[in-house]
């Protein structure tokens, strides 16, 4: 299982960004998605997760950020609004597949709120 990371970019306080994550299996054989980040000096903390039918945010993201996907693309999303320079950090999709839930990384993308 691959996943390829993308979308991430330097961003005014305030602004906007759209994370895609790209999975090389069917959308339909994972059964939970989210997303992580590891900012300068901090350890990797969860930002989001969809699984369950549930989503989840972290306190410090809720009402900013969605996370979604797109299962005809085998896509999934991490729409970042009113980012703020907090949120600078690579961020990584992770997801969990089959009934062994098995883990898989992506390999992370540089988000860069910075005036």
């Known amino acids: 299982v691959q996943l390829q990371a993308s979308g991430g970019g330097l961003v005014q306080p305030g602004g906007s960004l759209r994370l895609s994550c790209a999975a090389s299996i069917s959308i339909f054989s994972i059964v939970a998605m989210g997303w992580y980040r590891q900012g300068p000096g901090k350890q990797r903390e969860l930002v989001a997760t969809?699984?369950?039918?549930?989503?989840n945010y972290a306190d410090s993201v809720k009402g900013r950020f969605t996370i979604s996907r797109d299962n005809a693309k085998n896509l999934l999303y991490l729409q970042m609004n009113s980012l703020k320079p907090e949120d600078t950090a690579v961020y990584y999709c992770r997801v969990r597949v089959g009934v062994r839930q098995e883990i898989y990384w992506g390999q992370g993308t540089q988000v860069t709120v910075s005036s």
């Open positions: 969809m699984g369950g039918g549930s989503t």
